[in-house]
Nanobody, 122 residues
Framework: QVQLVESGGGLVQTGGSLRLSCAAS????????MGWLRQAPQKDREFVAA????????YYADSVKGRFTISRDNAKNMVYLQMNSLKPEDTAVYYC???????????????WGQGTQVTVSS
């Protein structure tokens, strides 16, 4: 398994932007499909975005499509989530997660970060 650490969360106003980063340590990062998920208070955890091990394929929840962009840099063992046009409903703890040898948007994550808080004020 890889170990994952998120950073970049914070407080931002409606319409603002944030870039989340996820640093991975351990071997074989480039065999992991990676995803970002989020959990708002008193709500279930939900899928936000995913990216294939090569970075060639990306997937998004309808609620963030056109506003968020997932990317990765395998040379640096990093995954990013660029979030633009943020809305109060984007407020949540955001988690980075990995699925070794996974493919597609529906991943079975076996590695998780601790999460980073994103708060969007109205």
């Amino acid at each position: 398994q890889v170990q994952l650490v998120e950073s970049g969360g914070g407080l931002v106003q409606t319409g603002g932007s944030l870039r989340l980063s996820c640093a991975a340590s351990g071997q074989y990062f480039n065999t992991y499909a990676m995803g970002w998920l989020r959990q708002a208070p008193q709500k279930d955890r939900e899928f936000v975005a995913a990216i294939s091990w090569s970075g060639d394929a990306t997937y998004y929840a309808d609620s963030v499509k056109g506003r968020f962009t997932i990317s990765r840099d395998n040379a640096k063992n990093m995954v990013y989530l660029q979030m633009n046009s943020l809305k109060p409903e984007d407020t949540a703890v955001y988690y980075c997660a990995g699925d070794q040898y996974g493919a597609g948007a529906d991943l079975n994550y076996d590695s998780w970060g601790q999460g980073t808080q994103v708060t969007v004020s109205s």
